[in-house]
């Protein structure tokens, strides 16, 4: 069996920028974005498991994307 997994490059108009001073609100943005296959995994035989990631998701202040470090952080609170 031959599967590919592919990269897709796009744009993320819901980008927040983290606020220069702590008072300030997160900047939003259009950024360029890669949604990448950062993992694979094989849970049984027959099906697969594919993880996807944003390059920004460190940069990324938006508690509502699935790929931001800020949705990852609100998760653990």
Known sequence: ????????????????RPPAQEWEKPE???????IAPIKVTSQD??????????NMWR???NPDCWYSV???QAKKT
């Not at 069996?1 to 927040?16: D, K, P």
């Not at 939003?28 to 890669?34: I, R």
């Open 28 to 34: 939003k943005a259009e950024v360029s974005v890669v």
């Open 1 to 16: 069996m031959e599967i590919q997994i592919q990269a897709t490059v796009g744009v993320c108009a819901e980008f927040l």
């Open 45 to 54: 035989e027959g099906k697969i498991q594919v993880i996807t990631g944003c």
């Open 59 to 61: 940069s990324c202040h």
């Open 70 to 72: 800020a949705s990852r």
